[in-house]
């Protein structure tokens, strides 16, 4: 069983930076992150494939988000920088995707979900 705790939130203003961090417990793979913000759908944000590093962002995070890893403490971090108030959302960290990273990241077929850590951004 894989468990998944996300850490890092917070409020910030726009314009700030947060780093999110999820740590797993158990086999993982294909690692992503999603937020959902009140009345949204769930939205995929950034991908990565643990095995070979690849990563995938949808586009309102290229250029601002990064998404890593750090397989020896099986943690998986998002950097967030220049943060909008609409990156405002609960963000999630999910693992185990059987597909590729463009499926992946469109659709949320993650075998395992944290809890997720809200972030904040204020103008």
């Known amino acids: 069983q894989v468990q998944l705790v996300e850490s890092g939130g917070g409020s910030v203003q726009a314009g700030g930076s947060l780093r999110l961090s999820c740590t797993a417990s158990?086999?993982?793979?294909?690692m992503a992150w999603f937020r959902q913000a009140p009345g949204k759908e769930r939205e995929g944000v950034a991908y990565i494939n643990t095995d070979s590093g690849n990563t995938n962002y949808a586009d309102s995070a290229k250029g601002r988000f990064t998404i890593s890893q750090d397989n020896a403490k099986n943690t998986v971090y998002l950097q967030m920088n220049s943060l909008k108030p609409e990156d405002t959302a609960m963000y999630y960290c999910?693992?185990?995707?059987?597909?590729?990273?463009?499926?992946?990241?469109?659709?949320?077929?993650?075998?395992?979900w944290g809890r997720g850590t809200q972030v904040t951004v204020s103008s």
């Open positions: 158990g086999s993982i793979y294909n």
């Open positions: 999910a693992a185990n995707c059987p597909y590729g990273r463009s499926r992946c990241l469109a659709s949320p077929a993650f075998a395992y």
